[in-house]
């Protein structure tokens, strides 16, 4: 298998082993720190990558975004305060785990369950991406703009509370997207005769001004504070120690939540915290002691953070072999293909094979490393964090903010764009629109436009031809079947409230 020499390629880079360390550590502290997130580290992180050979830039921010996803459950199990969504089913049972003086054991369940979830992970995305891409390969520009369109409509009404609001979302990252010249006639479009304008919005300063910006504006109207809330239990020393027979009973959970995390992760914009919570529940439903769980139970750490992690590798699949970014750190990631100018999808197996493969190992040994940092060393990463002030830790994030928006072209427009981006980021997340949706749909967008422009090209101009190809029309059934059952599950939902009430 191509993974092996990718393997040994990479371990006999200094450097790039370097590099994988680096951000292992980087990605837990970021992941660990309450009021950011591994997208606002990267978003923040992607103008330096411009100067970086290809695969150490990726590699460096696809290890973390893998590690911020670990370093989530640092902040849920010891301050209570979850990074992301994901997280938030970690701190059911990590929390009270910690006031009973026990965050040591809680958090080397979570990493240990992290790290076999990660790796399952990413084990079905070798083994599978290659079959993904050679029936990619397969398809038409009709084929293609239908999976597009089912991404369109699942990342829009599948993730959030609200399904208008989730498609209003990414119709407003389409719109965004459309700012510039026509790609065919050359045409402006909502340039508002502004020169800036016709270049397009950057990705660059879009992302660190929506995920970086508007999370620390939420952040300081919310007041939110990490709490150093961990109970020291002297009485208990072995209360951060973690035997093998105290883990065992962990042991189905973390493997049922990887086979649960890496299924959901190859469906674009799903997500993790779909996969830990569900994974949560089916753990619960299993569990001989579920009357323990969200009471401190061990296992109740162990399935939702195997889950959460697993989603990591396989969400890389839609990214590579179609071009589309299952989750926001993949729209990231796709920014930097095309920085380097490598084209993503189902052609990058011809073209660029070895990079790859090598950048599946970079995961994989990013997992291990991510691993032994926080086995040994999460507790005292966090009592670090504790150390760094909110009114030091924010003015220090914009000031990086602003330096990465300018550093990328060189240019105070997008500094501009980054500002005016992190107040729509922010009043997205305060009326629960989908920032996710809309980062996304921002970055399918052109893709999507090429080839349906394409498609209607073949066709004449007749849009039949997305009903007449077998698998365009499959995809565009199984999207809007996907909002369907959206609808259908809410509809449900507000029934059962509704009846609830009316008991009441």
């Not at 994901?86 to 979570?110: E, F, H, N």
């Not at 703009?145 to 699942?154: G, P, S, T």
């Not at 042991?251 to 890496?262: D, E, N, Q």
């Not at 997205?428 to 921002?442: E, P």
Request: some cysteine; hydrophobic content about 50%; charged content about 15%.
């Amino acid at each position: 298998m191509e993974i092996f020499p990718a393997l040994f390629s990479v371990i006999t880079d200094p450097t790039l082993l370097f590099a994988i360390v680096l951000a292992a550590a980087v990605g837990m502290i970021v992941g660990a720190t309450p009021g950011l997130t591994a997208s606002a580290a990267i978003a923040m992180l992607l103008p330096i990558t411009f100067y970086m050979p290809p695969l150490f830039a990726l590699a460096f921010l696809y290890v973390i975004g893998k590690s911020g996803r670990y370093g989530g459950s640092v902040a849920a199990i010891l301050f209570n305060t979850p990074g992301t969504a994901a997280s938030a089913a970690t701190q059911i049972d990590g929390y009270p785990l910690a006031r009973a003086g026990k965050a040591g054991k809680a958090m080397k369940v979570a990493t240990i369950s992290s790290v076999i979830g990660d790796l399952m992970g990413d084990i079905m995305l070798v083994v599978g991406v290659g079959f993904i891409a050679a029936i990619a390969l397969k398809l038409g520009p009709p084929e293609t703009f239908a999976i597009y369109f089912a991404a369109f409509v699942v990342i829009g009404s599948v993730i959030g509370k609200s399904i208008v609001k989730g498609l209003a979302s990414a119709l407003l990252g389409i719109l965004v997207a459309m700012v510039g010249l026509d790609p065919i006639s050359s045409e402006e479009r909502y340039t508002f005769g502004s020169f800036d304008l016709s270049n397009g919005i950057g990705l660059v300063p879009l992302m660190i001004g929506v995920f970086v910006l508007g999370e620390v504006f939420s952040q300081l109207e919310e007041r939110k504070k990490a709490k150093g809330d961990i109970k020291e239990n002297e009485s208990d020393p072995t209360g951060h120690t973690l035997t093998y027979e105290e883990y065992k009973p962990c042991i189905p959970h973390a493997v049922r939540g990887g086979f649960i995390g890496a299924g959901i992760g190859v469906l674009p914009g799903l997500g993790s915290a779909i996969a830990a919570f569900i994974s949560y529940g089916e753990g619960k439903r299993r569990a001989k002691n579920s009357e323990q769980w969200g009471k401190g139970a061990l296992e109740g750490v162990a399935a939702p953070e195997a889950a959460n992690n697993a989603v990591s590798g396989p969400s890389m699949a839609p990214l590579l072999t179609l071009g589309i970014p299952g989750s926001t750190i993949g729209a990231i990631l796709l920014g930097v293909f095309l920085i380097h100018g490598i084209q993503v999808g189902p052609t990058l197996f011809l073209t660029d094979k070895e990079l790859v493969y090598q950048l599946f190992a970079c995961g994989m040994l990013g997992i291990l490393a991510y691993g032994i940092i926080g086995y040994f060393g999460a507790t005292q990463v966090a009592r670090l964090i504790l150390k760094v002030p909110v009114n030091v830790l924010y003015p220090l994030i914009f000031m990086t903010a602003f330096v990465a928006s300018y550093s990328a072209r060189g240019s105070m427009f997008d500094v501009t764009v980054m500002t005016i981006a992190g107040f729509v980021g922010w009043l997205m997340r305060k009326y629960d629109f989908n920032v996710a949706a809309f980062v996304i749909s921002f970055v399918l967008a052109k893709g999507a436009e090429e080839t349906f422009r394409q498609s209607l090209l073949m066709s004449d101009g007749g849009a039949l031809i997305f009903v007449e190809r077998p698998i365009a029309a499959a995809f565009l059934l199984l999207g809007l079947a996907a909002m369907g059952f959206r609808i259908r599950s809410i509809l449900k939902e507000r029934q059962v409230a509704d009846g609830g009430l009316g008991d009441a």
